[in-house]
């Protein structure tokens, strides 16, 4: 989500339990209050009757899909009569969490309390996304990124992330950064990430989004690969940014590298394709499931016969994504099926008119993500 898609929209805390389910051990934390998903699909397992468990089929019988709904598109929040309503009816669709901008959470909205209390009284849990230099209207327009400044990214991550706690949320999604930084100007933003991160004890995940730090596959390899340090308390080799958890927008690296990533059918152009998967597998905490195409970061629809190919590709990436996160004893696997409005969704020219159903096709996603989820832990489970 960027500018563009901002235009579509005019006491919850950081609970021990949701930041646990990242591994995440805050050193300061306001107003802890525990939240427990509220609408999940727990992975369960056959039970084996060998007295020996190993943790790793521990981690899949406690492994939970938790579902999110993307605002960006919904119709209802227009009007904050209407907020618990709709949201009353997100939860019941099956949805543990909402994502929100800055546009409904935060100033830029005069109803963000009544936004936020709904989403309370509706049980479900807030997820913020963060546009480092952006968030805020200027002259009428939405800013998404304001400064290729690191220290003015660094201080505008510093005082959302501040917002979001007092806010309620249980993490943040950032848009981070610029992407014409050097590795250098990169490691610097991520290093002071993180120790924002711990030290105000809200989880950051960061984004595969165009524009940003990490737009492409390749910038990933480059800042999460390179310069590494060796620990004096072993000889193998430790990242420094180790500790950074990405949110996987894949839809968006199709996009950008206009084409779709297969190193089976093209192994001479594509050979480098399973390493990366492997590295954002490492570090993944959530992840968007939308469907991009070479064109463009949304296919019309997921479930037209003409997309088949493109949409089984980034089915495979989304499974190894979550097997990494259950290999790697998650405790809540969070996804969204994050499919847009204009201009992400194409129209007819001259009326604009969509050329298919956003719900319906949020609706069809939502239910692929679901069985892919079953099949991995049935298979898992055997």
Known sequence: MHELEAKTFLDLNCGSEVLSSFGLVPTVVTRMNTIT?????????????????????????????????????????????????????????????????RLQYGPPNPNSTIFLEAVKEAGLEFIAQIH???????????????????????KSLEDQVKEVVELGGVFANVHSGHDSWNQTEATEYFTAAIQIEERLGLKLVHETHRQRLLNTPYSLRQILSSSPSTDSTSPSLTHPLAA????ADLSH???????????KKFPKRDGWWPSVLSLLSSQV??????????????????????????????????KSLIRAQLS???????????????????????????????????????????????????????
Request: with cysteine; glycine share 8%; charged share 20%.
């Open 285 to 318: 905490a959530f992840v968007h499931a939308r469907v991009g195409f070479e064109q463009g970061p949304q296919v019309s629809d997921p479930r037209a016969p003409e997309f088949a190919y493109v949409v089984g590709q980034h089915l495979l990436w989304w």
């Open 37 to 101: 998903p509220t609408t999940t699909t727990t992975a369960t397992t056959s039970t084996n009757t060998n007295t020996t468990t190993t943790s790793h089929h521990h981690s899949l019988l406690s492994m939970k899909l938790a579902l999110v709904k993307t605002l960006w598109g919904v119709d209802g929040f227009d009007d904050p009569d209407s907020y618990l309503t709709t949201l009353k009816g997100i939860q019941a669709e099956g949805y543990t969490a909402i994502e929100a901008i």
């Open 132 to 154: 480092t230099c952006g968030g805020y209207f200027a002259e009428g327009d939405y800013v998404y990124c304001d400064s290729i400044s690191v220290s003015d990214h660094v």
């Open 328 to 382: 790697r004893g998650m405790k809540v696997c969070y996804i969204e099926p994050e499919f847009g409005p204009p201009p992400y969704m194409p129209t007819l020219p001259h009326s604009q008119k969509p050329v298919a159903s956003l719900p319906e096709v949020v609706e069809y996603m939502k239910g692929v993500i679901q069985d892919a989820f079953r099949e991995i832990i049935e298979e898992e489970g055997k």
């Open 253 to 263: 690296w199709v996009c950008a590298c206009e084409h779709v990533f297969d190193a």
């Open 244 to 247: 950074l958890s990405v949110n």
